[in-house]
């Protein structure tokens, strides 16, 4: 590993310079198109950072159009039932920042928005995200900077939605299972009874 970039002179000198259509793809807020891609969405990854510039990124889904589509230039993202660890939140008091991948399954392409989050408390626009009677105590409002598409080449190459490539999941542990071993707190058994029962009953 002793070949290293450290100059951004030398990596566009490696890559060259995008095509027109890549560096002028990006828009300063949403267009029909994105909008309609989030509304199809039911996952996204958010990607934050700390003051101090450490680095988390966290999936979020739900059901199609989870993330709401307040304006052109506004997004709010409802925070589901977690494991409370509130990493992305953490980061977000600190540093505004922050970036998000949409997918849609079966689509190929992918959706960027980079922007500034704060997190709202506002019973008035959380109530109506209520699932099972239930609304988040908390949402991000998240004011889009840039947003922009991603082309298919990353879900091709992963072959991502392809069936015959899923894995059979008994083939790997269980998350109840990895915990246990990982943290040392509980058995196997009991760590994967607690487990399976956090995702019967506290979804929402």
């Known amino acids: 590993m002793s ?20 560096a002028n793809k990006v828009l300063l807020k949403l267009d ?10 039911p996952f996204c990854v958010l990607g934050t950072a700390a003051a101090d510039g ?3 990124c966290s999936p979020k889904g739900d059901a199609p159009g989870f993330v709401e589509v307040l304006d052109d230039e506004t997004l ?5 039932l977690g494991n409370n660890r509130v990493d992305s939140m953490s980061n977000i008091v600190e540093n505004p920042n922050v970036s998000l991948i949409f997918l ?3 689509m190929n392409e992918t959706l960027r928005v980079n922007g500034k989050a704060s997190i709202t408390t506002d019973q008035s626009v959380l109530e109506p995200l209520a699932v099972n009677g239930k609304s988040p105590k908390t949402g991000l ?17 992963s072959k991502l939605w392809d069936p015959e490539r899923h894995i059979d999941r ?11 071993e990982q943290t040392g707190l509980q ?18």
């Open 76 to 80: 709010l993202i409802p925070d589901r």
């Open 32 to 41: 029909e198109h994105c909008r309609a891609f989030i509304g199809l969405s």
């Open 104 to 106: 849609v399954p079966g």
């Open 54 to 56: 450490s680095a988390d």
């Open 141 to 157: 409002v998240v004011k889009v900077d840039e947003a922009f598409l991603h082309c298919a080449k990353a879900l091709m190459r």
């Open 187 to 204: 058995t196997p058994e009991v760590a994967e009874a607690a487990v399976e029962e956090a995702y019967r009953t506290k979804l929402y």
């Open 170 to 180: 008994k083939s790997f542990p269980t998350m109840g299972r990895m915990l246990a």
């Open 3 to 22: 070949e290293q970039i450290t100059d951004a002179t030398e990596l566009r000198a490696l890559y060259g310079e995008p095509n027109i259509r890549a």
